[in-house]
């Protein structure tokens, strides 16, 4: 084959050099320090790894052993991480490609098709409690053809799309019986139950069912895998038309008692300075009838109120300390203890590093519930400029204007804006501008956002996180953001 014109000339300058002498060639022990430091013993070819060899990463303890071609694992090879987890099948140009079993570090084990680092063609899933998916994959996600395994014994044969089910299946019970099931992007539209026998089904009768996405049991989260971690299906209520006990597994976990309350829906909300956030998030709440939560709001409210992590947090500010993290999740766990939770309830811009989402996840699991779905409104950094440096807020309501897209009445477009001429539309008090609304400003809030928040869409992984255009219009954002959280909205709220 042709050498890329790097490797040509590095050969080159090489066989000036007498690399040959220094084992650039054939084996050879090569030590480094970055990313991490560790060594590799293998085959060299014009510098580059290419061959069999071992790859340790000293301070980890992550190991690769197994075929490279040009520094990157490609071929045939088996990778250990840290915590147990480990993949052996093969590999192209450094990711998952081709047939492949994966341990992870719940000792839960996929065996199948891989391409491009993520689960994709035909392979079967270990969950917990003994329970398994069988079928297609596509981009990681359940999609096309497939059967589930639950614990109790109990099969479910259908179609999936993007990880929901979608179309129609089939349900056996543990106790030999079985239902027609029909699905709509994940929501349950009609039902059938059948018996033993599994006669011939005539036409779907369509019942009314909860506008709420349905439970399929979830990958553990890790950093190697694209995590799945759908929502968790609240109970059918009772006096819905159907078996309201028994709409299947594939809808929820073991029916509840009555006057039980329904596991709630966790919504985490992202977005960098100015890509609309504030706007969007006004529509969000008003369909879903979830409340809106910062940490700013939530810290000043504990420490007005005494509470005893407030007082926690009060202290920490009055030394001039950061809040600590244990500190910030008790005062969440304290505001959604509040009865205008009880439905569910929307995290504005929090967890933002990983030790909080980990730190989130476990007080969430505590009280029995987990994030249900992960949404970020994406912008250019560009764009941003734009909007950031015209950008004039009502401090008070945190109602937000721009000089050129969102006027307010008292700004004639012509004039330069200042307090004067940039009043809020609601009570014609002055607008301000935060102090922090400048290009130079913003470079650094961006690179803080990219560097850290953007982290926590990878952590929760592609099965919850959905990623917004939110360089269009408001109204073309709020589409998609209906679309994405059309599940956990109001009857009649879209």
Request: proline fraction near 5%; hydrophobic fraction near 30%.
């Amino acid at each position: 084959p042709t050498l890329s014109d790097r490797g040509y000339a590095r050969a080159m300058l090489g066989g000036l050099l007498g690399d040959v002498g220094r084992k650039k060639f054939g084996f050879a022990r090569e030590e480094f320090d970055a990313p991490s430091p560790g060594y590799y013993e293998g085959q060299f070819r014009f510098f580059y790894r290419a061959g069999d060899g071992t790859l340790i990463y000293t301070t980890t303890g992550d190991k690769y052993v197994g075929q490279f071609q040009d520094d990157v694992f490609h071929g045939h090879g088996t990778r250990v991480w840290a915590d147990k987890s480990k993949y052996e099948g093969q590999w192209v140009r450094g990711k998952k490609h081709g047939q492949g079993s994966y341990v992870d570090e719940m000792q839960l084990k996929y065996v199948g098709q891989w391409e491009g680092g993520v689960r994709h063609g035909k392979g079967d899933q270990e969950f917990a409690n003994g329970e398994r998916y069988i079928g297609q994959w596509v981009k990681g996600q359940p999609h096309g053809k497939g059967e589930y395994r639950f614990g109790d014994g109990s099969l479910y044969k259908g179609l999936w799309r993007h990880g929901r089910y979608d179309g129609e299946g089939v349900l056996k019970h543990a106790d030999g019986t079985y239902e027609r099931m029909k699905y709509d992007r994940g929501l349950l539209s009609a039902r059938e139950p059948r018996d033993s026998k599994h006669r011939q089904m005539g036409e779907l009768q369509v019942r009314q069912v909860m506008h709420t996405p349905t439970v399929l049991p979830k990958l553990p989260r890790s950093r190697h895998l694209v995590g799945y971690d759908p929502v968790e299906q609240t109970e059918v209520p009772s006096g819905a038309s159907g078996n309201a006990a028994s709409p299947g597994k594939i809808l929820s976990t073991p029916s509840k008692p009555s006057g039980v309350k329904a596991k709630r829906a966790v919504l985490v909300l992202f977005g960098p300075p100015g890509a609309g956030k504030g706007t969007q998030s006004e529509a969000i709440v008003r369909k879903t009838g979830f409340p809106q939560l910062s940490t700013g709001d939530m810290l000043r409210e504990a420490v007005a109120a005494g509470t005893e992590v407030g007082l926690k947090a009060k202290e920490a500010m009055d030394s001039g300390a950061l809040v600590t993290d244990d500190v910030v999740i008790g005062i969440i766990k304290d505001r959604i203890a509040q009865p205008d939770c009880d439905g569910g309830f929307i995290l504005d811009g929090f967890p933002r590093t990983i030790p909080q989402a980990k730190a989130l996840d476990t007080m969430l699991q505590g009280i029995g519930t987990k994030v249900s779905r992960v949404l970020e409104i994406n912008v250019p950094d560009s764009v941003l400029e734009d909007r950031i440096c015209g950008r004039w807020i009502h401090k008070e309501s945190g109602r937000s204007y721009h000089v050129s897209y969102a006027r307010p009445r008292s700004y004639d477009g012509q004039s330069v804006p200042n307090e004067e001429t940039m009043r809020d539309d609601i009570t014609g008090e002055p607008l301000t501008r935060r102090g922090d609304d400048n290009a130079e400003s913003l470079k650094k809030r961006l690179a803080s956002y990219h560097a850290e928040t953007e982290r926590i869409l990878d952590y929760y992984g592609s099965w919850i996180c959905v990623r917004v255009n939110g360089n269009q219009s408001p109204q073309s954002v709020e589409l998609e953001v209906d679309s994405a959280l059309a599940e956990f909205y109001k009857p009649g709220a879209r």
